[in-house]
């Protein structure tokens, strides 16, 4: 059973002094592929060496919206370059792709308009290059639908990370070209919210991650200790995730696989 951990962010403090071991024992699970997504300009390079390193990251490059107010005068012709050049350098491989980007109205002191203004010029970005992008969305659900009616479906679609939004709302961003990803918080037992959108993505558009080192599941095998969510956890979401949908888990397993080969461009599988 092989799984791809759809967003993580292995370049985290927390990670970063065992990734070696942390990347060994998630690939030792199953889980063949992880998507690596920066946060800011900061930590684009160790993202890099990542990638560099073990042929199982997949790049993510962009700006989280908590560090849209730390963006240097040049931050986008800066991204530009660099995905150019990690899409020359990956394309028998995979492709990269944008983020993590979005729009986090849950914490009120970071910038809206500014959120906005970075978000939307990385979701145009990732039109014109036609790269996937990995979104983050929390409580500015309305604001995101109404940036995507101006700009239209993307040609390299994209996923929405850790989703948190309404079942309602997945057929209009599934019309967008949107992937629908879930995380550890389907393993909560009160998050009927979360288990319900889960249970109306469509087959083809539904991806499973860890968001490592963040969203530690739930009820936890005994024989786990994790202090910090890690890639290898995966299996332990995916089973719950494929019981929620009442689908054998190799079934979603290979499901989201098949869905995450085909929004990367994954060559030969």
Known sequence: MN??????????????????????????AGVEYMICCATSEKDWEDV???????????????????FVDNLSSDWKENLIDL??????RLKNNFTPGIGEAGLDFAIKKYDRALQEK?????LILAKEMRLPISI????????????????????????IHSYSGSADMIPIFEKYGFYISFSGSTTRPNANKVKKALKAVSENRMLVET????????????????KVNMPENLVFIANIASQI???PVKEYATQTYSNGVRLFKISGK
């Open 48 to 66: 890099q060496k990542l990638s560099l390193k073990h042929n199982s990251v997949i790049p993510n490059y962009g700006i989280h919206p908590w």
């Open 245 to 247: 949908r009442k689908i």
């Open 3 to 28: 799984l791809i951990d759809a967003h993580c962010h292995l370049q985290d403090s927390r990670l970063i002094k065992d990734q070696d071991q942390i990347i060994k024992h998630a690939i030792a």
């Open 83 to 88: 995905l150019l050049s990690e899409t020359a």
């Open 118 to 122: 970075i978000f939307t010029e990385q």
């Open 136 to 159: 983050h969305i929390r409580k500015a659900w309305d604001l995101f639908i109404n940036i995507m009616k101006k700009i239209g479906k993307l040609e390299g679609n994209g996923l």
């Open 211 to 226: 968001d490592s080192p963040d969203i530690l599941p739930s009820m936890l095998p005994e024989n786990k200790t994790d």
